[in-house]
């Protein structure tokens, strides 16, 4: 079963604006991670959060982490067309030892030049 | 990343056909795993393993195996191809000696189409 959950599925924005996508999940986890996807291509490691912080940055990317809401937001500040991608939340389950993540469906982020 | 390379990028197969996709990687990295992933869908975990003697059944391993051969390769193999295993394949790999070893690293992915 999918563990994460992305919100929307589908975002179009102009160059330059703000790109904003949730993930919300179902169970306690260590950490959550979003990975970016080109087209047809491998994902891409962007940023982790682990369950103890609330917000991390990481040049244009900023992620927070609600565990209470058992929610997370992926911010993409000033927007480039490069940034088109399918983008994914990640999660390990607490406990669970085995370092498998559990995939969300994505948000696939149009940017248009 | 080049450094997880899949073989083959494509294929197109018949039903009841056997068919491995192969995975390499130079990262050095102890964890393999293989995923496929489904139009408008997320990854779902096929098989993992942790070393060479370890092998793990994910999610959805009915219709699949896996062999680790090395360290550094880890096949996929559909022992009777049916339609609804077309899908995109990718391989990943994860450093446990890291301090990172939640992120994985992907393959390029292989699109298999079995008609």
């Known amino acids: 079963s999918q563990q994460g959950e992305e919100d929307p599925q589908a975002l179009s924005i102009q160059e330059g604006e703000n790109a904003t996508m949730n993930c919300s999940y179902k169970?306690?986890?260590?950490?959550l991670q979003w990975y970016r996807q080109n087209s047809g291509r491998g994902l891409v490691h962007l940023i982790l959060?682990?369950?103890?912080?609330r917000e991390k940055h990481s040049g244009r990317l900023r992620v927070t982490l609600d565990t209470s809401k058992k929610s997370s937001s992926l911010l993409i500040t000033a927007s480039r067309a490069a940034d088109t991608a399918s983008y994914f939340c990640?999660?390990?389950?607490f406990g669970a030892g085995s370092y498998q993540l559990t995939f969300g469906k994505g948000t696939k982020l149009s940017v248009i030049p | 990343d080049a450094d997880v390379t899949q073989t083959p990028r494509n294929r197109i197969t018949k039903t009841g056909k056997r068919i491995m996709l192969e995975c390499s990687q130079t990262k050095g990295h102890d964890r393999m795993y293989w995923y496929r992933q489904d139009p408008g869908l997320g990854l779902r975990l096929i098989y993992y393993?942790?070393?060479?003697?370890?092998?793990n059944k994910g999610e959805i391993s009915d219709g699949y195996s896996v062999s680790r051969q090395a360290q550094a390769k880890f096949s996929l193999s559909l022992e009777s191809a049916i339609p609804n295993q077309t899908a995109l394949y990718f391989c990943?790999?994860?450093?446990?000696?890291?301090?990172?070893?939640?992120?994985?690293?992907f393959g390029p992915g292989t699109r298999l189409t079995v008609t």
């Open positions: 169970t306690s986890i260590n950490n």
């Open positions: 990640a999660t390990d389950e």
């Open positions: 959060i682990r369950s103890n912080e």
């Open positions: 393993s942790f070393d060479v003697k370890d092998i």
């Open positions: 990943a790999t994860s450093d446990s000696a890291s301090g990172r070893a939640y992120e994985q690293y």
